[in-house]
């Protein structure tokens, strides 16, 4: 069955990070209606294996799709990282023509091209940095790019975990960017959707010389052309509405979510995922 122009856009993470990305589409493209899974039962995906990974995003995809979204956006960098072409190649081996787009080439295509020194920065979980896929994406934008890759296995976690900031985040913080500054990168790539919450501290570490690159706003546009290219844009003049769907506790998704959201979340309902998937 082909889409409509008014079915949602779908968006999905392993917890409440990708909601940064849904707030530049929320803001680029207001007249879409937006649906958002939060796998928090599952989260954090950054310590997953890549079997585990493509088996969540497959089983979270189906989801949405049943649920009638128009297109995937997939808001986590290690399931984007590891899951992409398995959830391109499922929707194939289905039948169903919907556009997926990850948050790896959109971030890593902005970086490139506003690079003055060929020397840029990747912040990330693990699991991300250890696929490879940044690497593989610099290079296909310009070989001549030097990428420095930075693990970072319990930034993501911290931020999940909505503590207040003190100095012994300020000082882990510090800690990843020391090999970025050794490195004189001009721009850092926040491979992880959590991270623009930690943006001010970055700056500050990092100092002026260094833009940072988040994915949203390419995100926003990639999508954009997507729907263009299928005439699946929105013709609605007012606002689209938006909704929400996390694997646990719903109040602690809606209180964390509206710090990352930055607009008041809505209707938050519990899924139950997993029955095909061993957590």
């Known amino acids: 069955m082909a889409s409509r122009p008014d079915q949602p856009v779908a968006v999905f993470d392993s917890g409440v990070g990708g909601l940064t990305v849904l707030h530049e589409l929320l ?3 207001p007249t879409e209606d937006y649906l958002y899974l939060g796998d928090t039962a599952r989260f954090p995906y950054g310590e997953r294996t890549p079997e585990e990974l493509q088996a969540f995003s497959v089983e979270i995809a189906d989801h949405l799709l049943d649920a009638g979204a128009k297109l995937l956006v997939v ?3 290690a399931a984007s990282s590891a899951a992409l072409g398995a959830i391109e190649r499922h929707l194939l081996e289905t039948g169903r ?3 997926v787009i990850g948050v790896v080439a959109p971030a890593t295509q902005l970086a490139v091209a506003g690079s003055r020194t060929g020397r840029i920065g990747l912040l990330a979980t693990p699991a991300t940095v250890a696929s490879g896929a940044y690497e593989r994406a610099v290079n296909a934008a310009d070989p001549h790019v030097h990428l420095e890759s930075v693990p970072c296995p319990d930034l993501a976690p911290i931020i999940q975990g909505g503590v207040a900031f003190d100095a012994e985040v300020v000082d882990t913080v510090r800690r990843y960017c020391q090999p970025l500054r050794a490195a004189a990168v001009d721009r850092v790539i926040l491979g992880c959707t ?4 930690v943006a001010p ?3 500050r570490i990092l100092g002026r010389g260094v833009t940072l690159v988040t994915s949203g706003t390419g995100v926003a546009r990639s999508v954009e052309r997507a729907l263009a290219s299928r005439a699946l844009l929105n013709p609605q ?3 689209g509405a938006y909704r929400f769907l996390c694997t646990a506790d719903v109040e602690s998704f809606r209180a964390l979510g509206t710090r990352f959201l930055q607009m008041p979340l809505g209707e938050v309902a519990k899924v139950e995922l997993g029955a095909r998937v061993a957590a």
């Not at 959590?194 to 919450?197: D, E, F, R, S």
Request: hydrophobic share 40%.
């Open 201 to 203: 501290m970055l700056q």
């Open 194 to 197: 959590h991270y623009p919450l």
């Open 27 to 29: 803001v680029s493209l």
């Open 237 to 239: 003049l007012e606002e």
């Open 75 to 77: 808001a986590c960098n």
């Open 97 to 99: 023509e919907v556009d």
